[in-house]
């Protein structure tokens, strides 16, 4: 894994310690889970503004049903 230094202020560390205590060694994984969290809303709202300017029309969405069925074997004849 890599290390980062990054320093917070005092009010951030404070309410860091309060939910995820140094003491407790959840803070490292609380820090990575909050990287995590905002890197996939960065990633979502990339996505919605990319939709906003070119939106889907109906065309783009065909669908071709017979794509999605199982082929169905042939039967044959019992004798």
């Not at 890599?2 to 490292?28: F, N, T, W």
């Not at 990633?43 to 069925?69: I, N």
């Amino acid at each position: 894994m890599k290390q980062l230094l990054v320093e917070v202020d005092d009010d951030i560390a404070a309410s860091l310690e309060h939910v995820a205590p140094a003491r407790s060694r959840r803070r490292s994984e609380f820090i990575r889970m909050a990287i995590r969290k905002a890197l996939w809303e960065e990633q979502e709202r990339a996505t919605a503004e990319a939709y906003r300017r070119q939106p889907d029309s109906s065309s783009d969405a065909y669908l071709d049903p017979k794509a999605w069925e199982p082929k169905r074997k042939k039967q044959g004849r019992s004798t």
